[in-house]
């Protein structure tokens, strides 16, 4: 077990309002998000020294532009002017997961004291996935001339392999797509707060790119979303019940540029995070008690429900059904909506998820008497994180 | 079956380490990269053998016999460029001779349809311009 274990712990947590298209700058959410997690703490803003961010922009073809489409750490530095600022870091091998193991890295250090952590998404107007024109560069010159690039098809392809291989039917999917809108009617932050989802709408909506149809996909949105991070005898000074960090982990399995639908990488990637976090903690699925699974496509909770060891491969669309997922089930899933709920805002509403639960501060979908809280940030395949929070330290 | 007249494919740009790729298309064969340590074929071109870390890599000609590893069938027409082709396969091969080594392909001379995981596959080349060559792939014969 990690000598490391519940030493840092997750404080307050923040949103912007996340909405399709904004009429004011990304920048603008990201400082409501930060002013709401250092809020929901019980600080002020000139106690925050530590800031960390993943800022890259998904949608593809569109310009990085500093405080309109990402908000970086110089960004975010430009606007706090922090006082007692000791620390920062942007990460780019992992996902924003990466970020946060990263501030926990620095608290423990002793290199900052309360570190604050934000994901900010930009919807670009026009066509998201902004492809290239005339030529294909670099890797894509294996892939684009065939089409490849639209929304979904990287997961998609990978999906095709697993239900076939495995003899399974994508209408099981809609199980997870409704019980998650089910789930996001207890959360008001999420995009999809207050719009149900039938099986039908799901059969009847449009394919995207097969075997995905329209509500396998997150919607892009417009938000941010941060959370303060800060070592455990601090975190018990301040408003927030804390939630326990009691281990991670980060994909090891490396991938080669422009390689393209491989399952068998989804699956190395998401068992070797999962199984440095279930070392660190000592715990194992059996023992967890919420799960956050990331859910950009909704094919990436079948690869982290069997990387990360809940169900055995080819097993995951049967172990979703018959009420497992709901907030009473057996492995309540996705309680926040996920981003299938919320829209995109990629892995740290699961990470805010499973540290409310954890604290029991989730509201209307807290599990009941949740202790062990497990989180699985971003697809597993190339920049996946996996968490545990605790309730209590141990 | 999927009308491919009507689409603009981005044309590829080679590079140092893809040049041979494109240039044995050129002639109507498939090469992929090997690594003259431990013979293992690997696709896209890296820099280095990603089984043995050998340096040695030189392109190798291979049949273009294999199975779809998997494919997706694209519906959405936000790439203008291929909107006229939807719904239209977009597979993944894996060569007998190639282990591991993922080729992007269409599925083309076939209804979209008969793309499943594991189907019997072969080359077929489709010049874009007079310096590119696209590997494609055909049910096999
Ligand atoms: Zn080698």
Partial sequence: MWDNRCKIAVSGVGYSKVSRMADIPLAAHALEAVKGAVADSGLEMSDIDGLATYPELPATGHAEVDGISIVSVNCMMAMLKLPALTWHIQVGTTNIGGAVQQAVNALLAGVCKYAVVWRAMHNPRGTYQNLPGAQAQGATQFTAPYGFGGPGQGMAVAYTRWLERNGQSRDKMATLAVTQRKHTQHNPHAYFYGTPLTREDYFASRMVAHPFCLFDCDIPVQGAVAIVLTAADRARDLKPTPAYIAGYGQRLHFETAGRIGSLSSYMEGGSSSAKLTWERSGFSPKDVDVAQIYDGFSASVIYGLESYGFCKEGEALDFIQDGRIELDGELPLNTFGGSLGTGRIHGLWHIIEGALQASGRAGSRQVKDANVSFVGASAPIVTGTTFIFVREPY | ?141
Avoid at chain 2, 104 to 125: D, P, Q, S
Wanted: overall charge negative; aromatic content about 10%; some cysteine.
């Fill in chain 2, 1 to 141: 079956m999927s009308d491919w007249s009507k689409v603009t494919r981005p044309i590829p740009v080679p590079n140092e380490w893809t040049k041979p790729f494109w240039d044995a298309a050129k002639r109507g064969v498939l090469e992929l990269q090997r690594c003259q340590s431990c013979g293992h074929f690997q696709h896209p071109p890296y820099a280095t053998c990603v089984q043995c870390m050998g340096i040695d890599l030189k392109f190798e000609p291979v049949r273009g016999d294999g199975a779809i590893y998997a494919y997706t069938i694209m519906y959405h027409t936000g790439d203008k460029r291929f909107a006229s082709a939807v719904p239209y396969a977009s597979i993944v091969v894996e060569l007998d001779e190639a282990p591991g080594a993922l080729l992007a392909g269409n599925l083309l001379e076939a209804e979209y349809t008969e793309a499943k995981v594991g189907r019997r596959v072969e080359v077929i080349f489709e010049p874009l311009t007079n310096d590119i060559t696209l590997p494609q792939f055909r049910l096999a014969r």
